[in-house]
């Protein structure tokens, strides 16, 4: 168990739609990291954010969006979403702006 | 910049063989870097780390890597496979001290281990 939470853990939903994914990070961990990872894309990192600022932005489209909350846990909004959307989502944190990170277990999510 | 390359996006081994996972990376400053594993429908977690200080670096499950910096390199190994290695493998990059962010992760490799 890394510590990291995230939710939900499977997501079944249609194109167009908009879900939230969110992620809590282990306890004392200020920051948290996105990445979504695809059979064809691999582990591509999306969006950091570090004790409630956005640090350093990836691959992640416009149609995506993000924040950590004060109580530092996040959330990983995808709207208008297409097929090729279907990936896993997943959170990681670590204690300061680099360094190991501590992944959770991701959510999967299904466009269809 | 920073940027991973992992040579070979599958390695298959027998059992009690050697394992080598290769690893190259390039960054413009001090490097951290490290090796997760990631067992089917599960996230990745940490085998091992290189910060400071010596470059053999040993992880868990018997793997140790060492950190070449001549040859920008951060190769993976383990003296026996055991059918529970059989896993996805990535190599990771991020920036040290100040220059702390986002680390950058290769494109993975799969180990198969036959009986």
């Known amino acids: 168990d890394s510590g990291v939470t995230q939710t939900p853990k499977h997501l079944i939903t249609a194109t167009g739609q908009r879900v939230t994914l969110r992620c809590s990070p282990r306890s004392g961990d200020l920051s948290v990291y996105w990445y979504q990872q695809s059979l064809d894309q691999g582990l591509q990192f999306l969006i950091q954010y570090y004790n409630g600022e956005e640090r350093a932005k990836g691959n992640i489209l416009e149609r995506f969006s993000a924040q950590q909350f004060p109580d530092l846990h996040s959330e990983l909004n995808l709207s208008s979403l297409e097929l090729g959307d279907s990936a896993l989502y997943f959170c990681?944190?670590?204690?300061?702006?680099?360094?190991?990170?501590?992944f959770g277990e991701g959510s999967r999510l299904t466009v269809l | 910049a920073q940027s991973v390359t992992q040579l070979g996006s599958h390695l298959s081994v027998s059992e009690g063989a050697l394992v080598l996972l290769r690893c190259n990376y390039s960054?413009?400053?001090?490097?951290?870097l490290f090796w997760y594993v990631q067992y089917p429908n599960q996230g990745l977690q940490l085998l091992l780390k290189?910060?400071?200080?010596?470059?053999l670096v040993k992880g868990i499950n018997g793997f140790e890597a060492e950190f070449k910096k001549s040859e920008t390199s951060f190769h993976l190994t383990k003296p026996s496979a055991h059918m529970s290695d059989a896993a996805e493998y990535f190599c990771?990059?991020?920036?040290?001290?100040?220059?702390?962010?986002?680390?950058?992760f290769g494109d993975g490799t799969t180990l198969t281990v036959k009986p």
């Open positions: 290189y910060t400071t200080g010596a470059t």
């Open positions: 990681a944190s670590s204690v300061g702006r680099g360094g190991e990170l501590f």
């Open positions: 960054s413009s400053v001090p490097p951290y």
């Open positions: 990771a990059v991020s920036g040290s001290g100040t220059n702390a962010g986002k680390s950058t």
